[in-house]
Antibody, heavy 118, light 106 residues
Framework: EVQLVQSGAEVKKPGESLKISCKGS????????IAWVRQMPGKGLEWMGI????????RYSPSFQGQVTISADKSINTAYLQWSSLKASDTAIYYCARQGGVGAFDSWGQGTLVTVSS | DIQMTQSPSTLSASVGDRVTITCRAS??????LAWYQQKPGKAPKLLIYKASSLESGVPSRFSGSGSGTEFTLTISSLQPDDFATYYCQQYNTLYTFGQGTKLEIK
């Protein structure tokens, strides 16, 4: 069974750094792209970026380029999303999702709630 | 950037109704379109890919159609479990989601 398990909820202050994770299992992790999707409170889904774990080829949405960094460690089947300096507007649920062979996002993590507040 | 516009934003319907949600792309995306269902507090779930292909395990009352810039998701006979928010997504050029359609009980 394909599974993506994300790290737990975080509460941070503005200006702090953060790295959240997404661990894949049940499939060949290196051969499928992993995307990150933001959902702000009460709002819709926004695609942030995507990484191919085998070679760490990464693409970003123009809206998130320079705001976050996506990385992966294929030795432990884990993808990451990180911020160097959080803002209150980064408060959201962040999902990772696998891009399946059909091109759409066929498996999703459970989501990580990030709260940024002073 | 490709923009995706869903309509309506909110839809009120009853169990047993046939409902249709529309998604329009700002430029042609061929059939590189997916539909997702999201329930409160849960991750999205893939329903339809490549505009009209049903994801494994998804009930056959869900169907998708369209190509180019106009797409529809149809639920043939609404069940209580179907009240949720639905999103379209293009994956022709990078990825873009529609703003969502909340399907409510009338």
């Amino acid at each position: 069974e394909v599974q993506l398990v994300q790290s737990g909820a975080e509460v941070k202050k503005p200006g702090e750094s953060l790295k959240i994770s997404c661990k894949g299992s049940g499939y060949s992790f290196t051969k499928y792209w992993i995307a990150w999707v933001r959902q702000m409170p009460g709002k819709g889904l926004e695609w942030m970026g995507i990484i191919y774990p085998d070679d760490s080829n990464t693409r970003y949405s123009p809206s998130f380029q320079g705001q976050v960094t996506i990385s992966a460690d294929k030795s432990i089947n884990t993808a990451y999303l990180q911020w160097s300096s959080l803002k209150a507007s980064d408060t959201a649920i962040y999902y990772c999702a696998r891009q399946g062979g059909v091109g759409a996002f066929d498996s999703w993590g459970q989501g990580t709630l990030v709260t940024v507040s002073s | 950037d490709i923009q995706m516009t869903q309509s309506p934003s909110t839809l009120s319907a009853s169990v047993g109704d046939r409902v249709t949600i529309t998604c329009r792309a700002s430029q042609s995306i061929s059939t590189w379109l997916a539909w997702y269902q999201q329930k409160p507090g849960k991750a999205p779930k893939l329903l339809i890919y490549k505009a009209s292909s049903l994801e494994s395990g998804v009930p056959s009352r869900f169907s998708g159609s369209g190509s180019g810039t106009e797409f529809t998701l149809t639920i043939s006979s609404l069940q209580p479990d179907d009240f949720a928010t639905y999103y379209c997504q293009q994956y022709n050029t990078l990825y873009t989601f529609g703003q969502g359609t909340k399907l409510e009980i009338k």
